[in-house]
């Protein structure tokens, strides 16, 4: 047995080689919106040009990210990864050369941008699907903090050294490095050595859509939370990616200023890292509800024209809140869903956030020019606190227990087909099946 403790997980061959092949393609992805940004621009000034090649790579993630969740459940999630890392491979590949050699166009980046964008839709879900292959049951909170973890120092990183790399030698080798770090993803990947597909593919296409749909209907636990969710997702990108930098540059802080936030935003996030690392609470989903709530404070503080130390203190808050709660969450569904359907059913959850991206752009911006940006970053605070606690009415969602350290795959399998709607081996309780938690 490997020995438990928050570094323990590290220790399992195909977990490290999960983490590297995220860890490196994360390397090229964080660095390449730089050199794109600056390679567009080399020929076509407009800024129009730029966000008709990132339109064409959003797109196909609103249109495919349901269908990738029936790829995940019906296909190798293993296969499945080493292909979604190809894909992009050689469309950032053919996007370097392009630009390296002028033939560049935007109506050529957008096609390539395009493909990108279908191939991340189908492989989200089998990644989010996959970790429960890697790592014992008791050691998915562990897994999914060290994911996150050194993710988020990429994240912090990466932007930089690729705007470095941009200005030091152009956007094509940056671009050319996101084709070879997507290629040695793939690679890794394909090491992995897992088990095929959770379930023996018989049904339609159509049927494993309908039958995800009816099991994330089901479970008010999970649609509840993700409901919350589509709705603080696009008041908190609204209002922080979108009014935070408008109010930076009208009011007191200033480019500058708005950077040390930022920064202070990034650390919340390495912090709130390890915190999962060590807690592990058992009530995991109302610790994922009310770590949600942090996320209001650098809207009030904002609003308020706090000072920057209060600013950046609320913003360190909501990283934490925010990391927090993304491990809870992805812990929680992959300890409490069946293996069979986990993909479709996290498509489900991720594709209204992901709907909420330009809905929330759209509806702060058009009504902060009417009623003002102070008004409405109070209001959203307001409608963000409102929606995460208002889940803690939501009685299954109390239920929910983290799965214990050690926990073996019996009574894993137990539980989920508890979860799942079938009779528990452990009694007759009289509950509805979205209101049983682990014992």
Not at 251 to 268: C, D, E, K, P, T
């Amino acid at each position: 047995m490997v020995r438990q403790g928050s570094l323990s997980t590290l220790r399992r061959k195909p977990f490290r080689l999960f983490l590297l092949a995220r860890l490196i393609s994360m390397s090229g992805t964080a660095m390449a919106p730089v050199a794109l940004a600056f390679a567009v621009f080399g020929f076509d000034s407009s800024p129009a040009s730029l966000a008709i090649v990132l339109a064409s790579n959003t797109a196909p993630q609103l249109v495919l990210l349901l269908v990738g969740g029936v790829v995940a459940d019906r296909f190798s999630r293993q296969r499945v990864m080493v292909i979604g890392n190809l894909v992009p491979a050689v469309t950032q590949g053919c996007v370097a050369l392009l630009v390296a050699t002028g033939t560049a166009t935007t109506g050529r980046i957008a096609l390539f941008a395009a493909m990108a964008g279908c191939a991340s839709a189908l492989t989200q879900p089998a990644m989010n699907s996959l970790l429960p292959q890697l790592v014992d049951p008791g050691e998915l909170q562990q897994a999914n903090a060290l994911m996150r973890l050194p993710s988020n120092v990429v994240r912090i990183l990466a932007p930089a050294v690729g705007g470095a790399l941009v200005a030091l030698v152009g956007p094509e080798p940056t671009l050319a490095w996101d084709a070879a770090s997507f290629a040695v993803a793939a690679f890794l990947c394909s090491r992995l050595d897992v088990p095929g597909p959770a379930r023996t593919a018989t049904a339609s296409v159509f049927r494993d859509f309908k039958d995800g749909w009816k099991e994330f209907s089901r479970l008010s636990w999970i649609w509840s939370y993700a409901l919350s969710g589509t709705v603080v997702v696009a008041l908190w990108l609204g209002g922080y990616q979108l009014l935070g930098p408008v109010i930076a540059r009208n009011g007191h802080l200033g480019a500058s200023s708005w950077g040390i936030v930022q920064g202070a935003f990034a650390a919340g996030l390495l912090l709130g890292g390890i915190v999962s690392l060590k807690w592990k609470p058992s009530r995991i989903m109302v610790v994922c509800v009310c770590a949600n709530v942090p996320l209001a404070l650098p809207f009030l503080a904002l609003a308020r024209g706090a000072p920057l130390p209060v600013l950046a203190g609320a913003t360190v808050m909501a990283g934490i809140g925010l990391d927090i709660a993304i491990v809870c969450w992805n812990t929680a569904v992959q300890e409490q869903l069946p293996p069979e359907v986990l993909g479709r059913v996290s498509s489900f959850s991720s594709a209204g956030e992901l709907m909420s991206v330009p809905l929330g752009y759209l509806a702060v911006g058009a009504v902060a020019t009417r009623l003002g940006t102070e008004s409405v970053l109070l209001w959203s605070a307001v409608l963000m606190i409102s929606a995460s606690l208002a889940l803690l009415l939501v009685p299954s969602v109390r239920a929910v227990r983290r799965l214990p350290a050690g926990t073996g795959p019996v009574v894993v399998a137990a539980a989920a087909a508890v979860v799942a709607g079938e009779r528990s081996p452990r009694g007759r309780n009289g509950r509805t099946p979205d209101q049983v938690a682990r014992p």
